[in-house]
């Protein structure tokens, strides 16, 4: 079996391209040193390999069901969740006094990208609980810290976040979930929740839901929405789980991927009163559950990545054993089939691949530093790291989402119709990524925050803080070598698609809202495009410096990413000129499109 990631491409993006090591200069992480980081990433690989990757089949092929109204999954689960509590992940980026080892959170979702790679239904578990007790950790109180998010980081409960409604899907504004004051300052919780991931399963002693809840006769809108704690077990004095809260599962969904995360349908309050606690002030939940989403968004964006590392390394695999057709010219045929990567069109594809997958996982670790910029960084740049990382949120979940699933299309084209077959899990992967352009906000949804919230908010000054970024990247890059088609590519991209935007902005007063974001697939798409330009240019740049005194297989290594950064440059950029061209004219042919005409 193939590697499901590249150790040496995880390496290259954590200390050639980002830097990573220099984080040890911080007061934060002192104590840590490069050889620490690079220890936690063997041991992550170590469990994903042992405990992870080897189910990822059986989680497929056996999907959870119900008996006796309890979910069952493949013991294999409880497995795996055992030794990633043992090996200590859920707490590794909190602080020691939390049981933590205060880990830079660019090196954790690098740790974590190893078990979304091997599995990536069982990595959803620790995923929602990592995201739910960081969520708590920012809002809740010391109290609530103290009896839920405590057990979180310890992994003996799982964590949920339950937002969706039946009726309302991503319309948040439009929940009907109650939340009534009890005498005690706790809230009696009724309604249903859709589309809850982990929400029901056997896996830990307890779950924790953030709900998402209006308080009866509350304001209308996202401005009434409030946030709750709400366990399935009530906790009795000693905080141990107790009676039931009355969280009852009412079904669960059958998906065509992504099967080894149980999800749920939940009822809350049905057969006597569910309990929650209010995080926070009332009125903030909105507000407060976009910490976890956005967190979430940029998780999404590197399991995308994660599925198509996997795709790649398994159509590579192929691609270098199997043996058909002879090379044109050859007219011998007696003479031996050569391996079908000695094909032009066979190395097209994977370079597609090698292009969508090492530059989204660049995008997404870029994201995760600015996260630790943001925190950790200098405080004057902190308002300039938080504007930049808004802009990159939506283009980090949807760009990865969108363009892994072609490449793993590539990949099943690689490997014929072997890749078409389950002897191999290319096509396990290709259905569990068809989740990732949905969950967390749909791709469309990203397109209408990209293009009307996050470009125009602060007056412009994420897109400014980019652009003056990868102008900055681009001059540093001038004095390499074998550079000149990416940078040519990346610096026409940068100034055309910044300018295309901004024209349809400036008409956004006469076109009004509507027309606008009838163009905000093009934005998302454009931008992305320029973004994932940006992060080829600098592990382009990367190789240049390192290929001088490279040898043996890094030589090897630094050709090919220069040659995948040609291939970006040459292939892939210039699709985002028919975007260009649709903004600049402010198109709305499918705005136009009547429904009674279809």
Request: hydrophobic content about 45%; overall charge negative.
């Amino acid at each position: 079996m193939p590697p499901v990631l590249s150790r040496r491409d995880l390496n290259f993006q954590l200390f050639e391209v980002l830097d990573t090591a220099a984080l040890t200069a911080r007061a934060r992480f002192s104590s840590h040193t490069r050889e620490d980081y690079e220890a936690v990433l063997t041991l992550a690989l170590d469990v994903a390999e042992r405990h992870f990757a080897p189910y990822a089949r059986e989680a497929d092929e056996h999907e959870p069901t119900l008996r006796e109204g309890r979910v069952v999954l493949p013991l294999s689960a409880q497995a795996a969740m055992q030794a990633f509590r043992e090996a200590g992940f859920f707490s590794a980026h909190h602080d020691e006094e939390l049981g933590g080892l205060a880990l830079p959170w660019v090196v954790m979702q690098a740790a974590m990208a190893h078990f979304q790679a091997a599995n990536i239904g069982y990595s959803g578990y620790p995923f929602l609980t990592i995201g739910n007790a960081n969520l708590q950790r920012q809002f809740a109180s010391p109290e609530q810290q103290r009896r839920y998010m405590m057990p979180l980081l310890e992994g003996r409960w799982f964590g949920t976040m339950a937002l969706s409604e039946p009726q309302a899907g991503s319309g948040l504004a439009d929940i009907s979930t109650t939340a009534t004051p009890r005498p005690d300052g706790t809230y009696a919780i009724r309604g249903t929740k859709m589309w809850i991931s982990g929400g029901e399963h056997e896996l830990t002693e307890n779950i924790v839901h953030l709900v998402l809840a209006r308080m009866a006769g509350g304001e209308a809108g996202v401005r009434g929405i409030s946030l709750f704690l709400v366990p399935r077990f009530r906790l009795r004095q000693d905080g141990s789980p107790g009676e039931t809260n009355h969280v009852v599962l009412a079904g669960l969904n059958h998906k065509l991927g992504y099967r080894g995360t149980v999800n749920t349908l939940l009822n809350f309050g049905e057969g006597g009163e569910t309990v929650g606690e209010l995080v926070g002030a009332p009125g903030q939940g909105l507000a407060q559950m976009f910490h976890m989403m956005n967190e979430a968004r940029i998780g999404v964006g590197l399991g995308a990545v994660m599925l198509g590392s996997a795709g790649y390394q398994h159509s590579l695999a192929y691609a270098r054993e199997r043996r058909q057709g002879r090379r044109p010219g050859a007219r011998d045929p007696l003479s031996p089939p050569v391996p079908i990567i000695e094909h032009a069109d066979v190395r097209r594809l994977l370079l597609r691949q090698k292009a969508t997958v090492e530059g989204g996982l660049a995008l997404g670790l870029y994201a995760c530093a600015l996260v630790d910029d943001l925190h950790t960084g200098p405080q004057e740049a902190r308002a300039d790291t938080g504007l930049l990382l808004d802009l990159l949120t939506p283009i980090v979940k949807s760009w990865p989402s969108r363009h892994v699933q072609a490449a793993l299309s590539d990949a099943i084209q690689v490997m014929g119709g072997a890749g078409y077959t389950r002897d191999f899990p290319v096509e396990m992967y290709y259905r569990d990524n068809r989740l990732n352009p949905i969950h967390e906000g749909t791709e469309g949804i990203q397109a209408a925050d990209l293009l009307g919230r996050k470009l125009t908010q602060a007056g412009g000054r994420g897109l400014s803080v980019l652009l003056t970024r990868l102008e900055a990247d681009l001059a540093a890059s001038e004095p390499l070598t074998g550079l000149d088609e990416i940078r040519s590519g990346v610096r026409g991209a940068a100034q055309a698609g910044p300018a295309a935007l901004g024209a349809l902005l400036a008409r956004a007063a006469d076109l009004g809202p509507e027309r606008v974001l009838a163009g905000a697939h093009s934005a998302l798409e454009l931008l992305g495009g320029v973004v994932l330009g940006w992060m080829w240019l600098r592990q382009a740049a990367a190789a240049a410096r390192a290929l001088p005194t490279a040898r043996g297989e890094d030589t090897a290594f630094y050709q090919g990413k220069l040659q995948a950064a040609r291939f970006f440059a040459l292939h892939e950029l210039p699709r985002i000129r028919v975007h260009i061209e649709l903004l600049a004219a402010a198109d709305t042919t499918a705005l136009d499109m009547s429904p009674e005409w279809f």
